[in-house]
Nanobody, 123 residues
């Protein structure tokens, strides 16, 4: 069974930074692409970023390009999301997700999900 646990969310002022972590249990981490998604109240789940199994390929949603960076440490079974230049529109619950094989940017292509971590950006 694969379990994903996000951490690192919180309250930050506009312009600030946060780093989210997602710890993954199980032996499939190094063979899994990982993604971050977010969902704000009343809105659909939005793709944020994804990273390939080796970390050699990354993809970002248009709204976070140039501000967010996804990375992974396969020795620690952990994926990270460094978020810089945060603004109130980034306020949402952030979820990490995993899928076996290739990188993907749509939620329904991911097999396992964490419970989410709240990020709130004040103006």
């Amino acid at each position: 069974q694969v379990q994903l646990v996000e951490s690192g969310g919180g309250l930050v002022q506009a312009g600030g930074s946060l780093r989210l972590s997602c710890a993954v249990s199980g032996r499939l981490f190094s063979s899994s692409a990982m993604g971050w998604f977010r969902q704000a109240p009343g809105k659909e789940r939005e793709f944020v970023a994804a990273i390939s199994r080796t970390g050699s390929t990354t993809v970002y949603g248009d709204s976070v390009k140039g501000r967010f960076t996804i990375s992974r440490d396969n020795a620690k079974n952990t994926v990270y999301l460094q978020m810089n230049g945060l603004n109130p529109e980034d306020t949402a619950i952030y979820y990490c997700a995993s899928r076996v094989l290739g990188i993907a940017a749509t939620a329904n292509e991911y097999n396992y999900w964490g419970q989410g971590t709240q990020v709130t950006v004040s103006s």
